[in-house]
Antibody, heavy 120, light 106 residues
Framework: QLQLQESGPRLVRPSETLSLSCSVS??????????WGWVRQPPGKGLEWIGT???????YYNSSLESRVTISVDTSKNQFSLSLRSVTAADTALYLC????????????WGQGILVTVSS | SYELTQPPSLSVSLGQTATISCSGERLGDKYVCWYQQRPGQSPILVIYQDEKRPSGIPERFSGSNSGNTATLNISGAQAVDEAEYYCQVWVSNTVTFGGGTKLTVL
């Protein structure tokens, strides 16, 4: 069974960069056939898609965040990462990583999420 | 950008059928999935490709999609079904979530 686990700093100062990783637990990080995505959820609010990476190089981002977001894959570490620059308090949220299999239109596995607070 | 609209809340009596709607322009032309999220937990896929159930999801969960509206039905709602439910679509390699519906089982 695939397992995803988010990790990274839980407190980030305003104007700095939020950096998170998602570790993929499986026999092989078969990123070639899978989409790897990030979703966030501000406290008490709904889900917001951040972006997705496919085939390690094809990235797709939420247009509202695109200027500040980078998603990348490190197959040697079985990880994919999120970088969100110039954060403000509005970026405080539960950050979740998830997988979508190519040819499908849903996330089938999710991490448990990591709550990141932006505060000085 | 594409938008999906859900009612913010819905209440259903124990054992009755809960019907949660999700509306969007020409939604019937797209594949819709539904997630259940209990407080403090990550989302769980309950319906994909409009009407398919992942293994382990009870048969009381069903879905449909036509025209501008997709629907998640929970037949014989149980107390354990009390949660937030989100619809979701992929449009041109971007993901859109509905705003979520909080289901209360009375």
């Amino acid at each position: 069974q695939l397992q995803l686990q988010e990790s990274g700093p839980r407190l980030v100062r305003p104007s700095e960069t939020l950096s998170l990783s998602c570790s993929v637990s499986s026999g092989t990080f078969t990123s070639s056939n899978d989409y790897w995505g990030w979703v966030r959820q501000p406290p008490g609010k709904g889900l917001e898609w951040i972006g997705t990476i496919y085939y390690s190089v094809n990235t797709y981002y939420n247009s509202s965040l695109e200027s500040r977001v980078t998603i990348s894959v490190d197959t040697s570490k079985n990880q994919f990462s999120l970088s969100l620059r110039s954060v403000t308090a509005a970026d405080t949220a539960l950050y979740l990583c998830a997988r979508r299999v190519a040819g499908t239109f849903h996330f089938d596995f999710w991490g448990q999420g990591i709550l990141v607070t932006v505060s000085s | 950008s594409y938008e999906l609209t859900q009612p913010p809340s819905l209440s259903v009596s124990l054992g009755q059928t809960a019907t949660i709607s999700c509306s969007g322009e020409r939604l019937g032309d797209k594949y819709v999935c539904w997630y259940q999220q209990r407080p403090g937990q990550s989302p769980i896929l309950v319906i994909y490709q409009d009407e398919k159930r992942p293994s382990g999801i009870p048969e009381r969960f069903s879905g449909s999609n036509s025209g501008n509206t997709a629907t998640l039905n929970i037949s014989g709602a149980q107390a354990v079904d009390e949660a937030e439910y989100y619809c979701q679509v992929w449009v041109s390699n971007t993901v859109t979530f509905g705003g979520g519906t909080k289901l209360t089982v009375l």
